[in-house]
């Protein structure tokens, strides 16, 4: 695909996460608009599955550990394919239904029902060191949030994945800079977190996570990168594409009303 | 008791390749068979139970049947929402074995003594809470693990008991409840976990009119059996058990029995003693035997 068609998908992606969210009045697209493009280019060749390999014992596994962020990766599975898309907005966080408000392996192409923060990469650990221990080749990847990273686990599992040369897991750490109360940096700084995971032994890459050709960029990278696991630190905006939803904590919480709905709708066109 | 699981789980593993074992940094001369038999199986993820636990679901996803293995509380309580959520949840293939029931580390203090987790892990779906009472129930159970798809706890005493059984049933199965004495007797005594023969060691010594069985499964439990042994001992029924009374294997079978008479199951609504710990930490160093008597666990 061309820069111009993800760019286009990630739009999607954004247009599907607002919407859910808004006719089901619920949370956290601000962490959902923060990860679009990088799920755009997942989305796009570089993740080994397709609807019809969901249970292959050598596609590729993505796990969203930042579980709350559903949105957009509900949004991202249903434009590939994977769940059907009138279904999803019909019955999102409907009675009944099986599209929880946080990632559920109830769903086709879903590794891991997440939502409490820090299981992901631990997981993730473990599947990549199945691979190496099972022969089956595939990559995981395990996409964090910023403010998650306070958990203590993923300190524990940054430490295993570089002990045992987990080179075929990538994280992707969605650097929105703000968590559920503020800024991280404010609230437990972790910065300078590069310097920090490159210490532990990892290869990490810092990029732009809004610009499609860097994160594709990143993922090669990762791809020819061996006896060391990546650690792609993507520097984005909580909210981004929507002006009002950027950097603004409002909309970690809140969903758009009508008003705004026409304001981000047209914004996303 | 531990030295029975371990071998037995050396066996299963020839058989069957995917048998995994993940240890959190304990386990000096218990796990080497299995490191040495079958290295590409075997992993020390170092003292961090969380990892430990969300590595052994990762593997159980990549298609093994995956045993965490430590000491106390460190495999249970430590990592309880790892458990639940990466697990049990996720119907993962793994088996979480803690050494150390009771008072079994009594001398090292109460954060090693494993006194709450049978309560913590049968109030999760999706876990069989396995709690062999002798080193052949432990034999037993390791081997039913290995053949059971899905999440199990397994709650070992330590290495050095008795064994109590003189045979195993052949047809041994999850949830099945041991007989180990009946005579007819009026009362019967279940004991959970490696206090079975210290109960068995009191009926004979203290020459006690009273029934014995074990029970190796605190969830799920056989019903049936369960019924019968109610309905046939007229004075009653005694739970021993090295737990807090709150939660452990008195609970689960009290709740049991009062399902059943509820729901017209049970004839007779049994009158049930429990012998179990009263909701208090000790304060006192001593060895194993010492602090069941403080606690007050004998009949």
């Known amino acids: 695909m061309t820069i111009k068609e993800i760019q286009e998908f990630a739009k999607d992606i954004r247009r599907t996460a607002v919407q859910l969210v808004h006719n089901t009045n619920t949370s956290h697209i601000g962490g959902s608009l923060s990860q679009a493009d990088i799920l755009a280019v997942l989305y796009s060749g570089i993740l080994n599955i397709s609807p019809e390999t969901v249970d292959s014992p050598l596609r590729d596994r993505f796990i969203e550990s930042k579980g709350h962020c559903c949105s957009s990766l509900y949004a991202a599975l249903a434009l590939r394919g994977f769940i059907d898309r009138n279904d999803l907005m019909e019955n999102f966080c409907r009675n009944g239904s099986l599209y929880f408000e946080h990632v559920s392996h109830k769903l086709p192409g879903i590794e891991l029902s997440t939502g409490s923060l820090g299981h992901g990469l631990p997981v993730a650990c473990g599947m990549a060191l199945g691979s190496k221990r099972s022969g089956n080749r595939y990559n995981v990847f395990c ?112 969903a758009p009303n009508e008003a705004e709905m026409k304001i981000a709708m047209e914004e996303l066109k | 008791m531990r030295t029975k699981f371990i071998k037995q789980l050396v066996e299963e593993a020839h058989h069957d390749k995917r048998i995994f074992l993940v240890v959190g940094d304990l386990g000096y001369h218990v796990v080497e068979p299995f490191a040495e038999a079958f290295p590409e199986r075997f992993l020390n993820v170092g003292i961090a139970e969380q990892n430990m636990t969300g590595i052994a679901a990762g593997l159980a996803m990549s298609g093994y049947n995956v045993y965490t293995y430590s000491i106390g509380n460190f495999p249970t309580l430590r990592c309880i929402e790892q458990i639940r959520n990466d697990i049990a949840y996720h119907h993962a293939n793994v088996k979480v074995v803690a050494v150390g029931a009771g ?119 056989n019903k049936m059996q369960l019924k019968q042994i109610a309905e046939s001992h007229s004075s009653g029924l005694i739970i021993m058990e090295e737990h807090q009374k709150s939660c452990g294997a008195g609970s689960a079978i009290i709740e049991c029995l009062n399902d059943m008479y509820a729901s017209g199951e049970l004839s007779i609504y049994p009158k049930v003693r429990r012998i179990a710990i009263n909701d208090e930490f000790l304060p006192i160093v001593g060895s194993q035997d010492y602090l069941r008597n403080i606690a007050g666990l004998s009949l």
């Open chain 1, 143 to 254: 996409m964090i949030g910023d403010g998650e990273i306070n958990e203590g686990s993923n300190w524990e599992a940054i430490m295993f994945a570089v002990q045992h040369k987990l080179d075929n897991l990538c994280v992707i750490l969605d650097k929105n800079k703000m968590q559920a109360l503020g800024c991280t940096t404010e609230i437990l700084n972790l910065d300078p977190i590069a310097d920090k995971i490159r210490t532990f032994g990892w290869n990490v890459i810092e990029i732009d996570g809004h610009d499609i050709a860097q994160i594709q960029d990143a993922f090669d990278n990762f791809r020819n990168n061996k006896d060391t696991p990546t650690f792609i630190i993507a520097n984005t905006i909580k909210g981004k594409g929507v002006s009002f939803m950027e950097n603004n904590l409002k909309f970690h919480y809140s």
């Open chain 2, 103 to 221: 008072y079994s580390y009594a001398g090292l203090g109460a954060t090693h003594q494993a006194t709450e987790d049978i309560g913590a892990i049968r109030s999760i779906p999706n876990m069989v809470v396995a709690t062999p009472g002798d080193p052949l129930e432990s034999e037993a159970i390791t081997r039913i693990s290995a053949h059971y798809n899905g999440p199990m706890y397994i709650r070992l005493g330590r290495a050095g008991e008795k064994i109590v059984h003189s045979d195993m049933p052949q047809d041994f199965k999850i949830g099945d409840i041991l007989t180990l004495k009946d005579n007819g007797q009026a009362t019967a005594v279940i004991a959970c976990g490696s206090i079975l023969d210290k109960a068995r060691q009191s009926i004979e010594e203290k020459n006690l009119a009273h029934d014995l069985y074990s029970i190796p499964f605190v969830k799920p439990i």
